[in-house]
């Protein structure tokens, strides 16, 4: 199951396969990169999550099934134990850190994406028409009809009416 920022990002990609540039590889590249190196620090953010569950479940257990646990035990275990615990927490909250810098750089990568395709679609589609539908500026200031006119390649292609309410 993909998220939908994943699903936009897959969607940049193929849109970019369309140019023919030797920039569209690098960023390619760059986003794949980032995509792998995201993923690596998600499950290293796991893997210390589950250890900080487990060193909460062992200090659990001594704590409740064994008498007198910090003092009865082996003070190497007890040191052991919270050690593990200190270490998880710190290098969770270094890969929540690294995850949100992979996330800005996919970002960065993403946003480049969008302004290629946008252009890509202007070299080929030509520049688009813009109106505003709230604007009364738009036709001749009322809120009637409005002709759209289309140019792809500096030729008008179609016009066509649009009835605003």
Known sequence: MMSEHQIHTEFLRQCILYEESAGRQELE?????????????????????????????????????????????????????????????????????????????????????????ARLLESRLGKPVTTSWRDGSVGNGSLGTVKVVAEVNGSRVKVESIARG
């Open 29 to 117: 590249e760059g986003i794949n990169r980032v995509q792998r190196d995201a993923r690596c620090v998600r499950r290293a953010a796991w893997l210390m999550a589950i250890l900080a569950a487990l060193v909460v479940a062992g200090i659990g257990y001594g704590t409740v099934l064994v008498d007198n646990f910090p003092y009865n035990a082996p003070q190497f275990i007890v040191n052991l134990i919270f050690a593990l615990g200190l270490g998880s927490l710190i290098s969770l909250l270094a890969f929540a850190g690294l995850g949100m810098v992979y996330r800005k750089k996919l970002d960065q990568q993403r946003e480049e994406c969008r302004q290629r395709v």
